[in-house]
């Protein structure tokens, strides 16, 4: 099993950055595709950006550019860092992991985190 806690979210101002985190414990998630979700009010669950265990990485189009996830194995870590952030931004956001080399629909994921709030005013 694998517990996932984000945290880092807040309210800002359009323009600001954020740096959110999700600390993972359980396993070592280093052979892990690791990935942000966001949910808006209303709105299904969309991808963000993912980290694959080889480090490469993809990205929505919306955030592309913007957003930057990374992964710190020996902190077993994963940071989705969001600059330029836009009220559009504004959701839910989630880390998820599955043990399959690559997924695309939330379905293919076997683990959650709880999610962190992220608003960016305008």
């Known amino acids: 099993q694998v517990q996932l806690v984000e945290s880092g979210g807040g309210l800002v101002q359009a323009g600001d950055s954020l740096r959110l985190s999700c600390a993972a414990s359980?396993?070592?998630?280093?052979?892990?595709?690791m990935a942000w979700f966001r949910q808006a009010p209303g709105k299904e669950r969309e991808f963000v950006a993912a980290?694959?265990?080889?480090?490469?990485?993809s990205y929505a189009d919306s955030v592309k550019g913007r957003f930057t996830i990374s992964r710190d194995n020996a902190k077993n870590t994963v940071i989705l860092q969001m600059n330029s952030l836009e009220a559009e931004d504004t959701a839910v956001y989630y880390c998820?992991?599955?043990?399959?080399?690559?997924?695309?629909?939330?379905?293919?994921?076997?683990?959650w985190g709880q999610g962190t709030q992220v608003t960016v005013s305008s």
């Open positions: 998820a992991a599955t043990p399959s080399p690559s997924a695309v629909v939330t379905t293919q994921y076997d683990y």
């Open positions: 359980g396993r070592a998630i280093g052979s892990y595709f």
């Open positions: 980290i694959r265990r080889s480090g490469s990485t």
